[in-house]
């Protein structure tokens, strides 16, 4: 009876161990796919924002620049946001032209909600998009419509305000009917970007 526990217990481990050295391999083959995958929709992302720029290089100095602005941003009262990534526009020739900024907010319908905003020099947005969000179809899945992020092009880099009626100032940005969390959510990881460009990249 003991051999027989011991051969069965063997053989579990033995198909356990398999199993997991399998896992592990299909892990590292799929793994650099995968990422290589995100990372260039997070570079076309960055590209829709700031369509004028064709190079796109970290921030130096960002966690330390994140910190400086986390009490800052605080007190805005924008809801649970983060600063996740910030990263220099140039173009051809090397010449910064501004900054994009991804930011995301925690209060989304279904959760997190993370948004790349292009902000230039003189301080205007050229864009924002989508790095991760997923709202509801037909409802918070129009955040990525033309008919609301195209609202924030060329707007002020400043807070902006949602509204639930056709904007009447022009930090106003008008809320999608009927998925006011996802709006709200946009409009406050913008907000965050925004503010983090003005206190910590542009002079």
Same mark, same amino acid.
């Given at each position: 009876? $003991? &051999? ?21 391999? %299909? ?7 995968? %990422?290589? *995958? ?6 076309? #992302? ?20 994140? *910190?400086? #602005?986390?009490?800052?941003? %605080?007190?805005?009262?924008?809801? $649970? ?7 220099? *526009? &140039? ?31 003189? &301080? ?31 707007? @002020? ?27 709200? *959510?946009?409009? %406050? @990881?913008? $907000?965050? @970007? ?10």
């Amino acid at each position: 009876m $003991n &051999k027989s526990i011991v051969h069965d217990a063997l053989v579990l481990f033995l198909i356990t161990l398999i199993a997991g050295l399998a896992l592990g391999a %299909a892990n590292a083959v799929t793994s650099g796919p995968i %990422a290589e *995958a995100e990372q260039k929709e997070k570079e076309e #992302t960055y590209q829709s924002v700031f369509s004028e720029a064709s190079e796109f290089t970290e921030v130096d100095g960002l966690e330390d620049l994140i *910190a400086k #602005t986390e009490s800052g941003l %605080a007190e805005q009262g924008f809801g $649970n946001v983060t600063v996740n990534d910030a990263l220099t *526009a &140039k173009d051809a020739s090397g010449k910064e032209l501004g900054y994009v900024v991804v930011a995301t907010s925690g209060d989304g319908y279904k959760g997190d909600i993370e948004v790349a905003v292009g902000i230039t020099e003189d &301080k205007k947005i050229t864009g924002i998009g989508f790095v991760s969000i997923d709202e509801t179809p037909g409802l918070g899945m129009k955040a990525k419509d033309p008919e609301f992020k195209d609202q924030f092009n060329d707007k @002020a880099a400043d807070t902006l305000e949602l509204v639930k009626t056709d904007p009447s100032a022009d930090n106003q940005i008008k809320a999608i009917s009927g998925a006011t969390f996802s709006s709200k *959510a946009t409009t %406050a @990881a913008v $907000n965050t @970007a925004v503010y983090f460009a003005n206190n910590a990249l542009l002079k």
